[in-house]
């Protein structure tokens, strides 16, 4: 049985973080992304405690951490890692941000550098979300975009539909069973609908192209991408981020969902990186 620590880190006024321990060692902190919880991350939690020091955090106004009305960009999201990194000095760290996450991972090096990093992970998504080419590599037509948060991030039930048709469509590949379905989106709600539609839209309009290309450049650097838009990924990796690795897998759950194969890569990397 994992033992797992679990505490609360202040972060600006008022906003105070869930985050959770388990094993020591190097330091692999896990973020997850749009609406989701440290929760995701169990079957990761429960490899690498084995070996690291696993950190993983409820992003403000996710799962179990403070939900407010200010903050709710992915800016603000860096920050935040800094003061959680800070209060648990932690150096010499895997950084792995999954969707949604990589962005605080990259907002957290452009603006506090490069000092407790040794390496980071960024798991299914694009440096810049948004793209009028189509031989780059974002998150889906312009038009798409506009429609999910137009017609579905207005209310509860709008929220509770998107993200259930996401996780059947885009995130795991097998037919879930409803349980755990329910579950997933359950984690998803914890987010307010109004809140949800603030860091969707924030997501959507960042641009961290500068920050891939440094952050791979200064670090060794894992990009996992999910097999549906593999060939589009790849070559935009290959072309933006030459030095950075890069592996496929399942769904943009795959951590999850193939959590055995997915892990073994993140360990081949972790060892690979640390004789570097």
């Given at each position: 049985m994992t033992v797992i620590n679990e505490k609360y880190i202040k972060t600006d006024?008022?906003?105070?973080?869930?985050?959770?321990?388990?094993?020591?060692?190097?330091?692999l902190v896990l973020?997850?992304?749009?609406?989701?919880?440290?929760?995701?991350?169990?079957?990761?939690?429960d490899y690498f405690s084995k070996t690291n020091r696993v950190i993983v955090l409820d992003p403000r106004s996710h799962g179990r951490s403070t939900v407010v009305l200010h903050g709710n960009d992915y800016v603000t999201h860096g920050a935040d890692l800094h003061a959680v990194l800070e209060a648990l000095e932690v150096t010499?760290?895997?950084i792995a941000g999954w969707s949604f996450g990589c962005l605080t991972a990259w907002e957290y090096v452009k603006q506090f550098?490069?000092?407790?990093?040794?390496s980071m992970i960024f798991v299914d998504m694009p440096p810049k979300s948004l793209?009028?080419?189509?031989?780059?590599?974002?998150?889906?037509?312009?038009?798409?975009?506009?429609?999910i948060y137009n017609a579905f991030l207005r209310d509860s039930s709008g929220q509770r539909d998107f993200i259930s048709g996401y996780i059947t469509q885009v995130m795991v590949q097998r037919k879930l069973e409803e349980k755990?379905?329910?579950?997933?989106?359950?984690?998803?709600?914890?987010?307010?609908?109004?809140?949800?539609?603030?860091?969707?839209?924030?997501?959507?309009?960042?641009?961290?192209?500068?920050?891939a290309e440094k952050a791979a450049?200064?670090?060794?650097?894992?990009?996992?991408?999910?097999?549906?838009?593999?060939?589009?990924?790849?070559k935009y990796i290959n072309r933006l981020t030459p030095e950075a690795k890069v592996e496929i897998l399942g769904g943009h759950m795959m951590f999850w969902e193939h959590s055995e194969k997915f892990n073994r890569i993140v360990e081949h990397f972790i060892k690979e990186s640390g004789k570097n």
């Open positions: 006024a008022g906003v105070e973080l869930f985050v959770q321990e388990a094993g020591s060692g190097d330091p973020i997850p992304g749009f609406t989701f919880t440290t929760e995701v991350f169990e079957k990761q939690v010499n760290a895997v550098g490069y000092d407790r990093v040794k793209s009028a080419d189509p031989q780059d590599w974002s998150e889906g037509p312009l038009d798409d975009i506009a429609g755990d379905l329910t579950w997933l989106v359950e984690q998803s709600l914890k987010t307010p609908y109004y809140i949800a539609g603030n860091l969707f839209a924030s997501g959507m309009f960042s641009d961290c192209r500068e920050e450049r200064q670090v060794p650097t894992l990009n996992v991408v999910a097999e549906h838009w593999a060939e589009t990924a790849v």
